[in-house]
């Protein structure tokens, strides 16, 4: 028994079972297969503050502070690498974009300054008419790993149970309420269920059996990918990230080599519903020749983006939405089913502040200022078609999409 169960252990699942335990509820966690084998364990650890409207920058920045501050309220030390982030736009048209974010974000509280890109930007070479933005407070990660330990870390010292190898294979109801969840060695009864099953999020909300309407959960998972090259002196551990718009590329330095990601202008729509059950992020097809293709939009300027020697290359699946925003809160009509996802590529580091504020309303009973616009009903009916054809366009347009 527990007051939550928690149904998988990525960064959003990990998150939210930690803030429930902080506030003296018992928490289960069940994970299919190990805490952070996904999507989380793959990220590129970055955080970014300028974001594309208010709600979005204040959880961004919240979830920077609490990252920064970790230890003091979770007892576990966690390294987190104040590099600062420069953004650079190439284009008339993402010059202006990023004036517009930049003035916009500045109202919101990020401190933002334009800056020559050669004194600021680390391995990549400015050709002199970018426009280039520099965020002091941006941080990232060095390892994803580092934060799904730190969180395994945390939620063991306030007693949460971690099950690892323990598939979900129901959610099971009483009358019109969920009452727990059957995993395929346990019965766990609990009033509240937290789907954070990431790119299985659908299938998970769709174990809720009983007089509910069919559970959709708006999002479409696509791949997303990246390459690590091999140690190099041309990367300096203090460079800062570094994110070139018009290319939809981000760089940073990585194990003495340089990390480089891009977002594909056609990205690759993947449905675990449709793949047979043993299907993981192992078996995620990856393309290293289209990642280097786009990489070399940024050759001139950072050579080794697109040449160097490949120490890794990794990818997982990000579950997009409609609106690029997340989806977080009651499933309507399915009391006491919650979900915590619509990552949109951003999961790894929106995590803490969107685990406190799902907590928060799970507990209080309603939701802080705000956090009731990112519940799953607000797109009403939407077709899988939909929101394939919406969460590419989300996808490819990560860095120049317009406010919401
Ligand atoms: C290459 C790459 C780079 C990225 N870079 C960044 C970045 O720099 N910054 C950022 O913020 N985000 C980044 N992201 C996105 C980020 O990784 C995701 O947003 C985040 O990890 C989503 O977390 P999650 O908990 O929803 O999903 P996951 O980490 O996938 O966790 C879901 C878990 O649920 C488990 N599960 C599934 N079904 C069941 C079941 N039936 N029973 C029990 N458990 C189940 C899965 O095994 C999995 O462990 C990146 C993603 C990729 C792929």
Redesign the pocket.
């Known amino acids: 028994m527990a007051d939550v169960v928690v ?9 939210v079972a930690l803030h429930c335990a902080l506030r003296d509820r018992s928490v289960v966690v ?19 503050s300028v974001q594309a409207d208010a709600q979005r920058t204040a959880l961004a920045r919240r979830s920077v502070d609490k990252v920064l501050r970790f230890e003091d309220w979770t007892g576990v030390p966690l390294d987190v690498r104040r590099s600062g982030s420069v953004l650079i736009a190439r284009t008339g048209k993402h010059k202006a974009i990023l004036r517009e974010e930049a003035r916009r974000s500045r109202a919101w509280g990020v401190e933002l300054s334009e800056t020559s890109p050669a004194g600021r930007a680390g391995c990549y070479r400015a050709e002199g008419s970018e426009l280039a933005v520099w965020c002091p407070e941006d941080v ?1 990660i060095e390892e ?1 790993d580092g934060l ?1 330990q730190a969180y395994l870390a945390a939620c063991r010292r306030h007693d949460v149970r971690i099950l690892e190898h ?4 129901a959610v099971t109801t009483s009358g019109r309420r969920v009452v727990g ?1 059957e ?1 395929a060695h346990n019965q766990i009864d609990a009033g509240v269920v937290v789907d ?6 659908r ?2 909300a769709e ?1 809720a059996r009983g007089p509910f309407p069919r559970t959709k959960v708006p999002v479409a998972p696509f ?4 390459l690590i090259t091999e140690p190099t002196a041309d990367v300096l551990e203090t460079d800062p990230v570094v994110r070139v718009i018009d290319a939809a590329v ?1 760089l940073r330095p990585a194990r003495g080599g340089l990390m480089v ?1 891009v977002f594909e202008a056609d990205p690759l729509p993947l449905d ?1 519903r449709l793949q047979a059950d043993a299907f ?2 192992d078996d995620i097809p990856l393309d290293l020749d289209l990642l280097r293709k786009q990489a070399g939009l940024v050759a001139d300027e950072v050579p080794l983006a697109a040449r160097a020697a490949v120490a890794e290359h ?6 997009m939405t409609p609106d690029g925003r997340f989806v977080a809160g009651p499933i309507p009509d399915v009391p006491g089913l919650w979900v ?2 619509g ?9 803490p502040a969107i685990g406190e504020a799902l907590a928060d309303w799970i507990i209080d009973g309603h939701p802080s200022a705000g956090l009731e616009t990112l519940g799953p009903a607000r797109f009403g009916p939407v077709t899988d078609e939909q929101l394939i054809r919406e969460g590419a366009w989300q996808y490819a347009h990560f860095y120049d999409s317009a406010p919401n």
């Open positions: 149904i998988g252990a990525g960064a959003f699942g990990l998150s069940v994970e299919r297969t190990t805490a952070g084998s996904q999507a989380s364990g793959r990220a590129a650890g970055l955080f970014k990232y994803p799904i323990e598939p979900a294979v969840v995993t954070a099953a990431g790119a299985w999020v299938q998970v174990m791949r997303h990918q990246l981000y990601g675990p993981s992020s990794r990818g997982g699946l990000c579950t915590a996802s990552c949109n590529v951003s999961g790894f580091s929106f995590s």
